[in-house]
């Protein structure tokens, strides 16, 4: 268990970073993985990175802030992709129908493969230590195999901008939620991850979840297969749930910072997630209300304004017919 008693602000940043890696050494791995829930084994391409984890952390500590020119990159080529669509002639952007569902199935399988691998740690931590202990203590950081999966997880947070760029060549509206939450979380990743927080694993988990279920949505949908609505509502119920499990975790962790109780997460850590997924939370509860309340009752309005309309028109035709038949 990596816990601390220190106050409030000797450990503003990266606190447990030099308690699991003093001189560029992990002090805390276990290379015994019968010891950990899931899959026993370490596969090849993981011992690659846990030989050269050290260093990879090192270098996220000092370049996360590359995370920030990526994402103003993203910004200035997606607005430059808007203004060349909008000069297009024709309404309908490009289909790219076989790139999308190929990338679709890409984002699932990673997001599958990841969850395989980081689930049964957090069920078992979960189940034996409880919910508190969950995002308290960041005992997934013994296993190397899910910080490389963490560091994963982080770094995907790059590719899936692509998403942004087909919503635009398609010329599909880009809701100001999509890209909004994509820069933010990018740069969220990156600045959280060095900090090995205990708050990563209910981050990293419940993200994994929903984008499995999500991208395997937007698979079919661009194979072609139309779901019925409640999958679009669930889809984004859960995405709201997700937030608001974050929003929690991090105001607990906040207060436990600030009261000197043990977490092993950052104050500046405590700080942004709290922030993040507050506003993340209001956001996708607007578009919630927005697009499934909202919409609907503008729906019915219209709906009853159409048979209003259409009853008076009959009553004007049946008063006419009447007139002409007295005249």
């Known amino acids: 268990m990596f816990s601390t008693q220190s106050s409030l602000f000797n450990d503003i940043r990266y606190h447990q970073y030099y308690q699991q890696f003093p ?19 370490i596969f090849e391409f993981e011992k690659w990175f846990a030989r050269n984890f050290p260093r990879i952390m090192s270098l996220s500590n000092e370049y996360w802030h ?36 190929i990338w679709n199935l890409i984002m699932t399988i990673f997001s599958l493969i ?4 980081c689930l049964p740690e957090f069920i078992f931590v979960l189940k034996n230590y409880g919910f508190i202990y969950s995002y308290t203590q960041n005992t997934y950081g013994k296993d190397i195999r899910l910080c490389i999966w963490y560091l994963f997880f982080t770094l995907s947070k790059v590719p899936e901008l692509i998403d942004t760029i087909f919503i ?28 090995v927080p205990s708050t990563a694993r209910w981050m990293v988990n419940m993200n994994l979840i929903v984008h499995t279920l999500m991208y395997s949505y937007y698979a079919l949908t661009s194979m072609g297969y139309r779901l019925p609505r409640p999958v679009n509502i669930t889809l984004t119920s859960m995405q709201i749930i997700q937030m608001l499990f974050g929003f929690y975790i991090h105001l607990d962790c906040l207060r436990r910072k ?34 499934y309340l909202f919409k609907n009752k503008i729906n019915k309005n219209d709906q009853r304004t159409k048979v209003s309309n259409n009853n008076n028109i009959n009553e004007s035709f049946n008063e006419l017919s009447t007139e002409k038949k007295i005249s």
């Open 66 to 101: 590359y995370s920030i020119y990526i994402s103003v990159i993203y910004l200035i080529i997606i607005q430059i992709l808007i203004r060349l669509m909008k000069s297009t002639t024709t309404n309908y952007g490009f289909q790219l129908k076989h790139q999308l569902i």
């Open 114 to 117: 990841a969850s395989i691998r």
């Open 258 to 291: 600030i009261f000197g109780q043990p977490c092993d997460v950052s104050l500046a850590v405590a700080i942004t997630g709290f922030s993040l997924y507050t506003l993340f939370f209001l956001m996708f509860l607007d578009f919630f209300i927005r697009t």
């Open 168 to 195: 635009v060549l398609r010329k599909r509206p880009l809701r100001k939620l999509h890209w909004i939450h994509h820069t933010l979380t990018l740069i969220y990743s990156w600045f959280v991850f060095g900090d």
């Open 23 to 41: 001189n560029g050494h992990y002090n805390h791995t276990i290379n015994d993985f019968r010891k950990f829930p899931g899959i026993t084994n």
